[in-house]
C-alpha cells in the first residue's frame, strides 16, 4: 500500500487513502503528529518525534530539529557520540512513520508519496527521496507541498482553471506559491518567503511580553528556565485559537510568576511581524506578472495560520476571504494521500515543478565596525536561499582595523545568522592599502548560475585589484555501495523498541516536569512515576497501561492546571 508523507521541519505525519477519503494515520503515541526530532539517549538509543523531543527537553545537546532546513548540504549533526547527515535524521523520521503506518493499517508499507516545499531545488528533492530510501521506502513521487495542499482543498476537482495562492506558515518560515491549475497541470507560477518568519516568531513575541511584564532580564535565566517559559508562551499563543485571553505561567525559582494577555494587545505587538508577511507576497504576486484580481483562492497552511491575527491581516491585506477549512497541520499530507490514490486510478494532475532557485543562502562573515577584529563575526548574506536563479548580488564591506593589509573573504553557504554554523565553501584574500578603519571599500560579487556554479569577485575599490574564483557546488550523488553502508549503518543502531514507546515518554515527561514543578506537585509527580516503575517490573500489560494512564493523567492535569502546555 502506498502513504502520503508530509516530511514537516517542526512535525511529520502521514495518510492514506480509504473508503474514498484520505485518512490521518496515529503514531504510536495515539497522536497525528510525530515532531520531526530525533535524539540520541545516554545509552545511543535512537529516540524519534515527541519521545525525542521530551528528552531533549532535559538534553538539548543530544537532539536534533529543524534539520529540514539543511537538507541536500553537507551540514552534520552530533548526537553524544553519534555523527548524523540531515538526510539520516529525516530517515529515522521517516521510518517511524513507515512503522507506525504498517502497524495501523496491518500491512506492510512499502511505498510513499513525499512533500517537499516548491522551492527545493533538485538536490534537495534528491536528498529527500534518498531519506526515504534509507527508511526503506520506495519514494514514488514527490510532490509540491503547495500542489498536495491545493489538491486537498479540491483545486481542479471541477476541472475548470483556478489561480490561487497558497500562504504556509509554519515554525520557523513563510513560504508564498502561486499555481495555477489547468487541464490537470498544476504549474507553479512563483515562490515567495521569508526564511526568518514563522510560528516562532509570534511564540517570542509573547515570551518576551511576559518577561516584560514580570521584570525578569533573559539574561539572568538559565537555557532550561528559558525553554520553560517558551514552552508556557506556546501553549499561550496555541490557545488564542479558541479563546480571546490567554494565561501564562510559569515556576522560575521558587516563584510562581502569571500574566495575562488579550489578543488585541497580542496583536499590536505583533504588527511588525504580520507586516513582514506582505513583501513576499507582493513579491510572488509580481514575479507571477498577476495582481490580486487574478487570483481565484487563496488557501492557508502551516500550524501558524490557526492564529486568529493572521486570518485577519491577510483579509484586511489582500482583500480576499482565505480559506482554511482544512486543518492547517494536515492538508499536506491528505493532498499527498489522495494524489497518491489519483496517481493509481490514473486520474493523476501532473506538475510543473520550478527548481531553478538557490535553495541557500549565500554570504560572507563581516565584523561589526566598532568591534576589535577579535570578535565573533556576524553573517551578511549576499544571495538570499530562494532567490531564481541566474542571480548576480554585491555588497560593499569595509575594513576592520587601522593598518589592515589583507581582506579574507569567507564565502559561507546556510541560514545561520552565527558564521561558524555556515559551510565554509570557498575563500578569496586580497591585498589592501595600509589605513585606519573604514578607509578601504571592498566590493564582493557573488553570481550563481542554473548550473550551481558560484562565481565570487572581489574588488578593492581604490586600487581596482580584483580576484575571481569560481567555486562548484558538489554534485551530491553517492555510489551503489555509499548507499548500502548508510543503510546498513541506520539498521545497526538501536532504536527504542516501538511497544515500549509509550512508558519511555510518558517516564521522560514526569523527569522534565518533576524538575520543572515545585512542593506538592513534586511529591505528587514522583509518587505517581515511582508506582509506574513498579508496576512495570512485576505487574502484567493491563496494569502497566492503568497505572501509565494513571501518571499521564496526573502530568497532563498538572500542565493544564499551571497553564503549562499540553503535549499535543
Ligand atoms: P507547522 O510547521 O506547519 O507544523 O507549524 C508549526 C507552528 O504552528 C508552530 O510555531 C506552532 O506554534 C504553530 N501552531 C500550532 N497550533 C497553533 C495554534 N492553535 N495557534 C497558533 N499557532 C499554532
Aim: with cysteine.
Amino acid at each position: 500500500m502506498l502513504i502520503g508523507i508530509d516530511l514537516g521541519t517542526t512535525n511529520s505525519l502521514a495518510a492514506c487513502f480509504q473508503n474514498g477519503k484520505a485518512v490521518i494515520i496515529p503514531n504510536r503515541l495515539g497522536k497525528n503528529l510525530t515532531p520531526s526530532v530525533v535524539s540520541v539517549d545516554e545509552k545511543g538509543q535512537i529516540l524519534i518525534g515527541e519521545t525525542a523531543r521530551e528528552y531533549g527537553y532535559l538534553h538539548p545537546e543530544r537532539m536534533a530539529r529543524l534539520f529540514k532546513r539543511t537538507m541536500g548540504t553537507e551540514k552534520t549533526y552530533t548526537l553524544g557520540e553519534l555523527t548524523f547527515s540531515p538526510e539520516e535524521l529525516s530517515a529515522f523520521v521517516l521510518r517511524s512513520l513507515k512503522e507506525d503506518a504498517s502497524a495501523y493499517l496491518q500491512e506492510e508499507i512499502s511505498e510513499a508519496i513525499i512533500s517537499v516545499p516548491a522551492y527545493f531545488n533538485d538536490r534537495q528533492r534528491r536528498a529527500t527521496a534518498r531519506a526515504g530510501e534509507l527508511a526503506g521506502l520506495k519514494v514514488s513521487r514527490i510532490i509540491n507541498e503547495p500542489t498536495a495542499s491545493a489538491i486537498a482543498y479540491g483545486v481542479g476537482e471541477s476541472g475548470s482553471s483556478e489561480c490561487c495562492m497558497v500562504l504556509d506558515l509554519g515554525g520557523g518560515t513563510f513560504d508564498v506559491t502561486v499555481l495555477e491549475y489547468y487541464r490537470n497541470i498544476m504549474e507553479v507560477y512563483a515562490v515567495a518567503g521569508d526564511n526568518r518568519l514563522g510560528g516562532e516568531d509570534f511564540t517570542m513575541v509573547l515570551t518576551e511580553l511576559f518577561l516584560a511584564g514580570c521584570q525578569i532580564d533573559a539574561a539572568s535565566l538559565d537555557l532550561k528556565t528559558l525553554s520553560s517559559v517558551y514552552k508556557a508562551a506556546e501553549a499561550c499563543k496555541c490557545a488564542f485559537a479558541q479563546k480571546p485571553v490567554s494565561e501564562m505561567s510559569v515556576t522560575i525559582g521558587s516563584l510562581i510568576y502569571e500574566e495575562e494577555f488579550s489578543l488585541s494587545e497580542y496583536e499590536t505587538a505583533c504588527l511588525g511581524l504580520l507586516e513582514k508577511m506582505r513583501k513576499p507576497i507582493e513579491k510572488a504576486l509580481r514575479d507571477a506578472k498577476i495582481t490580486l484580481n487574478d487570483l481565484d483562492r487563496i488557501i492557508l497552511v502551516g500550524g501558524a495560520t490557526r492564529l486568529p491575527l493572521i486570518r485577519s491581516y491577510i483579509q484586511r491585506m489582500t482583500g480576499i476571504y482565505p480559506e482554511y477549512s482544512v486543518d492547517p497541520d494536515t492538508s499536506v499530507v491528505e493532498g499527498a494521500a489522495l494524489s497518491g490514490a489519483m496517481k493509481e486510478r490514473n486520474r493523476d494532475i501532473q506538475e510543473v515543478i520550478l527548481t531553478d532557485v538557490c535553495p541557500f543562502t549565500l554570504g560572507t562573515e563581516v565584523h561589526s565596525f566598532n568591534s576589535t577584529f577579535a570578535d565573533d563575526g556576524r553573517y551578511l548574506p549576499i544571495i538570499e536561499r530562494n532567490t531564481i536563479i541566474p542571480v548576480s548580488r554585491s555588497q560593499t564591506v569595509y575594513t576592520a582595523y587601522d593598518d589592515q593589509e589583507w581582506v579574507r573573504v569567507k564565502v559561507l553557504q546556510g541560514e545561520s545568522r552565527i558564521p561558524a554554523n555556515n559551510l565554509l565553501i570557498g575563500e578569496v584574500n586580497v591585498e589592501v592599502p595600509k589605513g585606519p578603519r573604514g578607509q578601504e571599500a571592498i566590493e564582493i560579487t557573488y553570481t550563481y548560475d542554473v548550473n550551481s556554479l558560484l562565481e565570487v569577485e572581489v574588488r578593492v575599490v581604490s586600487t581596482g585589484l580584483q580576484k575571481k574564483v569560481i567555486i562548484q557546488d558538489e554534485e551530491n550523488r553517492i555510489s551503489e555501495e555509499e548507499a548500502q553502508a548508510r543503510l546498513e549503518r541506520l539498521q545497526y543502531l538501536k532504536q527504542n523498541p516501538r511497544e515500549d514507546e509509550q512508558n519511555v515518554f510518558v517516564l521522560l515527561k514526569a523527569e522534565r516536569m518533576y524538575e520543572e514543578a515545585g512542593g506538592s506537585e513534586r511529591s505528587r509527580i514522583e509518587e505517581a512515576a515511582e508506582a509506574f516503575e513498579r508496576t512495570m517490573q512485576t505487574g502484567t500489560r493491563l496494569e502497566i497501561d492503568k497505572k501509565r494512564q494513571e501518571l499521564l493523567d496526573l502530568l497532563e492535569n498538572l500542565e493544564k492546571g499551571s497553564g503549562q502546555p499540553m503535549l499535543s
